[in-house]
Nanobody, 116 residues
Framework: QVQLVESGGGLVQPGGSLRLSCATS????????MSWYRQAPGKERELVAQ????????TYADSVKGRFTISRDNAKNTVALEMNSLNPEDTAVYYC?????????WGQGTQVTVSS
């Protein structure tokens, strides 16, 4: 079955950087668009970034444009999210996700906390 395992979260000071990674298995990774979502306490889960199956098209939420970069390695079945200039509003659990057969699969999430 589909497995998505996020890593790389942690505590970082405002202005700092983190790189999240998602290891995938159980599906033909290079055939699917991949996404990163996040959910802050008391808020709905929101789409942060998406990358096409070949990696040549990326889209971002307005709140992270210019600060976050999504990338993928189809040889390693991984997708990453490079996050720079982090601010406290970026504090959330970050999830890797894939939409397959009209069902969205999720990883367990990785906590990102931006605080001084």
């Amino acid at each position: 079955q589909v497995q998505l395992v996020e890593s790389g979260g942690g505590l970082v000071q405002p202005g700092g950087s983190l790189r999240l990674s998602c290891a995938t298995s159980g599906f033909p990774f290079s055939d699917y668009h991949m996404s990163w979502y996040r959910q802050a306490p008391g808020k709905e889960r929101e789409l942060v970034a998406q990358i096409s199956s070949t990696g040549d098209v990326t889209t971002y939420a307005d709140s992270v444009k210019g600060r976050f970069t999504i990338s993928r390695d189809n040889a390693k079945n991984t997708v990453a999210l490079e996050m720079n200039s982090l601010n406290p509003e970026d504090t959330a659990v970050y999830y890797c996700s894939v939409l397959r057969f009209a069902r969205r699969a999720w990883g367990q999430g990785t906590q990102v906390t931006v605080s001084s």
